[in-house]
């Protein structure tokens, strides 16, 4: 039997913490964070309204709710001290009060990068986001390419993914981790086409994974690169690989959108 999509991201978080100690502390409480997903993951999927009554523009199903204290309970246990704070700070609130922010971040504003509460309502989310993708049939092509044709949610992360002598590229939506297709030489935040405003940059220890910046519109996309590491997950290695954010910016780069952990 082959392994559920989180299983695959838990042991490849775990591989890479033993890599990158810098990373460590951030890939055991992703890791944390993955297992809760798939459990929560797998009670909506017997629970929850998947056809006509769900979907991205639509409210959520209320009994989601009844799971966020104990994913907020995860999140203080687990999480570094800022997020174990903010967790305390938050399971005061009410079921009220959880419905309407988790509604209001999943019909409208899941492509906001915003503070360290945004963590929560996202990650608690996308495990929910990948089921209602999963039920959605797509009757016509995206509004604009550059984001997601499901859920409308900007990239996390690029993917090349071998195809003949080459790679394909493809873009990773932040929110249900759909993939679709996008062009090469474009920039996703902007259009960009030249590719003299287009630079890319790799740094030692992560040769698999792309800095693909514009001169244009000064934002920047990782793109992990398959063809060159099969063993790779998009996701996680996007969140591992944090030193490349910090030197982005450092060069007046911004992200195009922050992952699941708010980097």
């Known amino acids: 039997m082959s392994s559920s999509p989180w299983q695959r991201r838990i042991e490849r978080a775990e591989k890479l913490a033993t890599e990158h100690a810098f990373a460590q502390e951030i890939l055991g409480f992703f890791a944390a964070i993955a297992r809760f997903q798939e ?14 009554d769900s979907g991205f523009n639509r409210p959520l199903w209320p009994g989601l709710v009844q799971h966020f204290p104990a994913f907020l309970a995860l999140a203080e246990g687990y999480g570094p001290e800022v997020t174990a704070k903010a967790a305390r700070r938050l399971q005061e609130e009410s079921d009220d009060f ?8 999943w019909i409208s504003d899941h492509n906001r990068n915003k503070q360290i509460e945004n963590f929560f309502l996202r990650a608690f989310l996308q495990p929910y986001a990948e089921l209602v993708r999963a039920h959605t049939r797509l009757d016509k092509p995206p509004h604009t390419p550059c984001l997601c044709p499901y859920c409308g949610g900007k990239p996390v992360a690029g993917v090349l993914r071998p195809l003949g002598d080459g790679g ?5 939506c932040s929110f249900c981790l759909a993939e679709w297709e996008f062009r090469r030489i474009v920039c996703p935040g902007c259009g960009e086409e ?24 000064k934002i ?6 398959l063809t060159k590491n099969g063993l790779a997950e998009p996701l996680v290695d996007e969140i591992a690989s944090i030193l490349l954010d910090l030197w ?8 195009l959108q922050v992952n699941m952990m708010q980097l």
């Open 220 to 225: 920047y996309l990782k793109t992990v690169d």
């Open 194 to 217: 030249d590719n003299r405003k287009l630079p890319v940059y790799q740094a030692e220890g992560f040769g698999h994974i792309r800095v693909e910046c514009c001169d244009n519109c």
């Open 98 to 105: 959880f419905l309407a922010s988790l509604n209001e971040c």
């Open 168 to 172: 394909q590229r493809f873009l990773l």
């Open 248 to 255: 982005a910016r450092e060069h007046g780069y911004s992200k």
């Open 39 to 52: 459990d929560l993951y797998r009670r909506i999927e017997i629970a929850a309204p998947t056809s006509s």
